[in-house]
């Protein structure tokens, strides 16, 4: 379990920040996105693995339970890293049609400064 | 409960909304509701200020859950001045945009300001580790409607980089704020404190690592080098009115370092000794040098300025990074002078691109010239430090606060040299701008049909300005800037009992967890 989550969190790490370094918007936003589901995992596994718990904590027995602030956690991210993408989703459009280029380190195919 | 607190947030958060929803169609109201909101903000400021003075810490439970289980809004000298000189440079920035008419190239500009100041003023106020990434994120979220706004292809370019570049910063932010909660279980920032404290010492990799990522995402934020390639082309090819607003976001990264690391890790805690003070001097000195030779090297009025900026975040940061009382306390007051000095030199080089384009080379005679020469060269005397404006003052006070540390030669080297570069590039461009164009060698250049990001030229565009309304802001930050070189004395009393507040965090501690001393 440890093995398969904490290899999930790296392989979509690496393969978000190999994206993101291909600088152009469409493979970027990608990689971003890879990169956020990487940290939102991350996010999930900070309360400790538990498997089959219920997030609350029993008064009348020494249950075992999930931590669940980290879900909280992970929800909000998910809710503004979704805002997030959309917005860049938008602006990345406007600048390729106004542009006519994708590139995001504004130099032009030639490599002049834009 | 004292609900003064909340009020810094709540307004913007209720007229950004109204303004969107009913007064969409109609520009006066929105400028009246924009500009009444943020008066009615500086008033709040002041009653906030006029509690936190004497010392006393505020907390604000959010639905009055107790911390550490709660949400946390805290209210203590250093968050008091923060949202005093935010609302202060939120006035002038909205009455330059309204009147140079930059509020009306494109949409819902106020709208957008206004979230923008919740965010800011937000991420002052909070208590809460990842409250503060949420206000970072609705900063930066209505900041990236501010970058675009009037369009363009280079400014839409320049945005997607900003955006991109800010998403990845997020993505840090939430790698360090979980690898924090995973050792300590808990993200307020005063538990924080109390748990990071009790930790045992060979338990330490995973807090240290936290402690590293936290610092390198505000560093991004207050574009320390290496971390500051986004800020040149987003702030050069932002709205200039935008850019002067942009000058109080790059000092959040300072705040939250300075906060951060006075009361979560401490300069007295063992596990993360020498962590940041060891990593952020250095940077800092790099930052300020490469701003500074930014600046002699600009090309484009906007670049330049932005440089400056960099440069003074750079000052700004060496104060910080001593971690001692006396350099907060020249950090602080630089922080305030920093600001106002940077956006009053934004909406300068806004009046100069308004009337002749930004790019340094000669051209014919403004109009005006005269008044706006007058303004672009105090802004130059006041960010490169020079008497009689407040920025000599402030990197005066860096300088003797450096006097104790071990580096204290490199730091006064780097000050002083970076200082003659930055005075050196100013002239340059002032001369070019103003002086040059009195030269009868200069022709006329064709009258251009587009400007070079493919947007009309401005004079078609700019709908019926508010006469002479352009340059009250920019006397009022320069009446500013005055003010606190004549008043430095209680300026200082001020941020000198702030950082006497920073540095003995205790209080702050029982106050937030409300526990008798222990």
């Known amino acids: 379990m440890e093995l398969l989550l904490a290899s999930a969190v790296g392989i979509l790490t690496a ?100 | 409960m004292n609900h003064w607190i909340i009020a810094p947030i709540l307004l913007p958060a209720v007229v950004a909304p109204f303004i969107i929803m009913v007064i969409r ?55 008091a001045m923060m949202v005093l000189l935010t609302t202060l440079l939120a006035l002038a920035v909205v009455l330059y945009a309204i009147g140079s008419g930059w509020d009306t190239r494109g949409r819902h500009f106020h709208a957008l300001f206004q979230f923008q100041l919740m965010g800011v003023l937000g991420a002052f106020l909070t208590g809460d580790a990842f409250n503060l990434f949420v206000f970072f994120e609705v900063l930066l979220i209505a900041s990236y409607g501010l970058m675009i706004h009037g369009g363009g292809a280079t400014r839409l370019r320049a945005g997607v980089q900003y955006v991109v570049y800010n998403l990845l910063g997020s993505s840090l932010f939430l790698i360090a704020l979980g690898t924090l909660y995973s050792v ?3 993200l307020n920032m005063a538990d924080l404190a109390v748990r990071v404290a009790e930790l045992p010492a060979e338990d330490t990799a995973l807090l240290r690592v936290g402690a590293v990522l936290l610092l390198l995402v505000f560093a991004i934020k207050a574009a320390v080098l290496p971390l500051h390639f986004w800020l040149p082309a987003s702030y050069a090819n932002a709205p200039m009115p935008v850019a002067a607003l942009f000058a109080i976001m790059s000092k959040v990264g300072g705040y939250a370092i300075l906060r951060m690391y006075t009361l979560v890790f401490g300069p007295d ?14 940077a800092a000195l790099l930052t300020l040098a490469a701003g500074s030779i930014g600046v002699l090297g600009a090309r484009e009025l906007g670049r330049l300025v932005a440089f400056s900026a960099i440069a003074s975040m750079g000052t700004l940061l060496i104060a910080i990074s001593l971690f001692t ?47 706006v020469a007058a303004l672009f060269f105090a802004g130059a005397i006041a960010l490169a430090g020079m008497p009689p404006l407040s ?60 400007t070079d990001d493919g947007a009309p030229v401005a004079a078609d565009l700019a709908p019926e300005p508010v006469p002479g309304l352009a340059f009250v802001p920019v006397f009022a930050l320069l009446t500013a800037l005055v003010a606190l070189t004549v008043l430095a004395g209680p300026a200082m009393r001020y941020t000198e009992a702030t950082a006497a507040q920073l540095f003995a965090p205790a209080d702050y501690i029982e106050t937030v967890l409300q526990r008798p001393g222990s």
């Not at chain 1, 609350?56 to 339970?65: C, D, G, P, Q, T």
């Not at chain 2, 805690?269 to 250095?282: I, K, N």
């Open chain 1, 15 to 114: 393969s978000g920040i190999y994206l993101i370094l291909r600088q152009r918007s469409f493979p970027v936003i990608i990689g971003l996105s890879l990169l956020s589901y990487a940290v939102n995992l991350f996010l999930f596994a900070t309360g400790r693995l538990a498997l089959n718990q219920p997030p609350i904590l029993n008064k009348y027995a020494e249950a075992a339970y999930t931590d669940p602030l980290p879900q909280a956690l992970v929800l909000t991210a998910i809710v503004i890293s979704f805002g997030m993408t959309a917005v860049v989703v938008m602006i990345a459009l406007s600048a390729y049609l106004s542009a006519r280029n994708d590139r995001i380190d504004m130099t032009d195919e030639t490599g002049e400064d834009a």
């Open chain 2, 25 to 79: 169609y109609h520009r006066d109201l929105q400028r009246v509701f924009s500009v009444a909101s943020v008066v009615a903000l500086n008033l709040i400021a002041l009653v906030l200020l006029a509690q936190a003075m004497d010392g006393t810490i505020g907390v604000y439970e959010l639905g009055d859950w107790p911390a550490p289980f709660g949400i946390v809004l805290v209210l203590d000298r250093l968050s």
């Open chain 2, 184 to 186: 300590t279980g808990t």
């Open chain 2, 269 to 282: 805690l063992a596990v993360t000794d020498g962590l940041v003070g060891d990593w952020l001097l250095p």
């Open chain 2, 325 to 371: 009382p006396q350099a907060a306390t020249a950090a602080l007051y630089y922080v305030i002078h920093s600001t106002f000095a940077t956006a009053m030199m934004f909406l300068v080089a806004d009046l100069v691109i308004e009337r002749r384009g930004g790019a340094l080379i000669p051209t014919p005679p403004m109009p005006q010239g005269g008044l």
């Open chain 2, 391 to 450: 920025g000599f003052v402030g990197k005066l006070l860096v300088m003797d606060a450096a006097r104790d540390s071990d580096q204290v030669w490199t730091v006064w080297a780097v000050i002083l040299v970076t200082s003659l570069i930055t005075i050196v590039g100013m002239a340059r461009a002032g001369s070019i701008l103003f002086w040059k164009a009195h030269d009868h060698s200069v022709l006329p250049p064709d009258p251009p049909e587009h």
